[in-house]
C-alpha cells in the first residue's frame, strides 16, 4: 500500500525549517496546527536552530536539504519583516511544495526541486487561521497553508498568482576566479565549525595540493583526514560546494570569518 507521494502508507509529508529555536512553544505551536489540520500527515523537522532573522543560511539550509526529503510540503520560516508588507507565498515546483515569506527564503530551495512552475500569494482568508498574530505566521499562515496543502488541496485555491519575477531574491554571492584561485563569500558555518564557501566545488581543481586560504597554508583534499590534526584542509563538500575545515578543530576559529565575509584561496 503506497500514500499519495508513492511512498508508503500513513499520510503526506511536510517538512518543516525555522530560526524559532527550542528554547521556546513556538515549534510546538506549529506542530499542533499540523496535527489538528492534517492529523495524517507526518512531520519532518528540518532545523529550528538557523541563526536568528538569517535568511541566507536558511534558504542554503533548506536548498541543500529538500532534494533529499520526501515529495511533500516544505514550510520555511525565518522571517525577519513578519507583520510588514512582505508577501507570504507558496511555491509549486516539479520535486514539492514550499511556503513561507517572500524574502529569498524559498528560491534556492525551488531551484533545487526543479524550478518554480506556480506562486500564490496567501490572502484566502478560509485557510488562515481565525485570527493572524502579526508576529506569528509560521502558525496562523504557514502551518495552516501547509496542512491544506499536503491534503490536496490545489494551489490556486491559497490565492491570487504571483509572477516568479517579482519574487524577492538574496544578493548572489560573492565568487570570483582568476589565473591564482578565487575569492568567494562565506555561506554558511555549521554545527563542527566548517565554512562553507558559495564557490562551486569545480574551482578546487585548478589548484595544486598545497594551497593558501586567507594567507594559511592548507591542503587541497578530498576529506578532513587529509590533513594532519590540527591541519587546514579545503575540499567540496556534500552539497558540491568549496569548503574549510580543520582535522579535529573548527575552521570557523582558525580564520575568524563569518557568513558574508570573503575568503581568498590560491595555490601555494
Same mark, same amino acid.
Do not use: K
Given at each position: 500500500?503506497?500514500?499519495?507521494?508513492?511512498?508508503?502508507?500513513?499520510?503526506?509529508?511536510?517538512?518543516?525549517?525555522?530560526?524559532?529555536?527550542?528554547?521556546?512553544?513556538?515549534?510546538?505551536?506549529?506542530?499542533?496546527?499540523?496535527?489538528?489540520?492534517?492529523?495524517?500527515?507526518?512531520?519532518?523537522?528540518?532545523?529550528?536552530?538557523?541563526?536568528?532573522?538569517?535568511?541566507?543560511?536558511?534558504?542554503?539550509?533548506?536548498?541543500?536539504?529538500?532534494?533529499?526529503?520526501?515529495?511533500?510540503?516544505?514550510?520555511?520560516?525565518?522571517?525577519?519583516?513578519?507583520?510588514?508588507?512582505?508577501?507570504? @507565498?507558496? =511555491? $509549486? +515546483? *516539479? /520535486?514539492? &511544495? #514550499?511556503?513561507?515569506?517572500?524574502?529569498?527564503?524559498?528560491?534556492?530551495?525551488?531551484? !533545487?526541486?526543479?524550478?518554480?512552475?506556480?506562486?500564490?500569494?496567501?490572502?484566502?482568508?478560509?485557510?488562515?487561521?481565525?485570527?493572524?498574530?502579526?508576529?506569528?505566521?509560521?502558525?496562523?499562515?504557514?502551518?495552516?497553508?501547509?496542512?491544506?496543502?499536503?491534503?490536496?488541496?490545489?494551489?490556486?485555491?491559497?490565492?491570487?498568482?504571483?509572477?516568479?519575477?517579482?519574487?524577492?531574491?538574496?544578493?548572489?554571492?560573492?565568487?570570483?576566479?582568476?589565473?591564482?584561485?578565487?575569492?568567494?563569500?562565506?555561506?554558511?558555518?555549521?554545527?563542527?565549525?566548517? @565554512?562553507? =564557501? $558559495? +564557490? *562551486? /566545488?569545480? &574551482? #578546487?581543481?585548478?589548484?595544486?595540493?598545497?594551497?593558501?586560504?586567507?594567507?594559511?597554508? !592548507?591542503?587541497?583534499?578530498?576529506?578532513?583526514?587529509?590533513?594532519?590534526?590540527?591541519?587546514?584542509?579545503?575540499?567540496?563538500?556534500?552539497?558540491?560546494?568549496?569548503?574549510?575545515?580543520?582535522?579535529?578543530?573548527?575552521?570557523?576559529?582558525?580564520?575568524?570569518?563569518?557568513?558574508?565575509?570573503?575568503?581568498?584561496?590560491?595555490?601555494?
Amino acid at each position: 500500500m503506497t500514500g499519495r507521494d508513492g511512498g508508503p502508507a500513513g499520510g503526506p509529508w511536510i517538512s518543516l525549517t525555522t530560526d524559532y529555536g527550542l528554547a521556546d512553544g513556538f515549534v510546538a505551536a506549529c506542530h499542533g496546527v499540523l496535527a489538528r489540520l492534517a492529523p495524517a500527515a507526518r512531520v519532518i523537522d528540518v532545523t529550528h536552530l538557523v541563526p536568528p532573522a538569517d535568511v541566507r543560511r536558511g534558504a542554503a539550509v533548506l536548498a541543500q536539504t529538500v532534494p533529499y526529503l520526501p515529495v511533500g510540503v516544505h514550510v520555511a520560516v525565518v522571517d525577519p519583516g513578519v507583520g510588514t508588507a512582505r508577501r507570504g @507565498v507558496a =511555491l $509549486a +515546483a *516539479p /520535486g514539492g &511544495l #514550499l511556503v513561507g515569506p517572500d524574502n529569498g527564503l524559498l528560491l534556492d530551495a525551488a531551484e !533545487a526541486l526543479g524550478g518554480i512552475t506556480g506562486a500564490v500569494e496567501l490572502t484566502n482568508p478560509a485557510w488562515l487561521a481565525p485570527t493572524v498574530s502579526r508576529t506569528f505566521h509560521g502558525r496562523d499562515v504557514f502551518a495552516p497553508v501547509a496542512a491544506r496543502l499536503a491534503l490536496g488541496t490545489p494551489l490556486a485555491e491559497a490565492g491570487p498568482a504571483v509572477d516568479p519575477a517579482t519574487l524577492v531574491r538574496l544578493p548572489a554571492p560573492v565568487v570570483r576566479a582568476d589565473d591564482a584561485g578565487f575569492t568567494a563569500e562565506v555561506l554558511t558555518v555549521d554545527h563542527f565549525g566548517n @565554512v562553507q =564557501l $558559495a +564557490a *562551486p /566545488g569545480a &574551482l #578546487l581543481a585548478a589548484l595544486p595540493e598545497r594551497v593558501r586560504v586567507a594567507g594559511r597554508a !592548507a591542503v587541497r583534499g578530498r576529506t578532513f583526514g587529509d590533513a594532519p590534526a590540527g591541519g587546514l584542509v579545503t575540499y567540496v563538500d556534500s552539497a558540491g560546494l568549496v569548503a574549510l575545515a580543520v582535522n579535529t578543530g573548527r575552521a570557523v576559529d582558525l580564520l575568524g570569518v563569518r557568513p558574508g565575509d570573503v575568503v581568498t584561496v590560491t595555490g601555494d
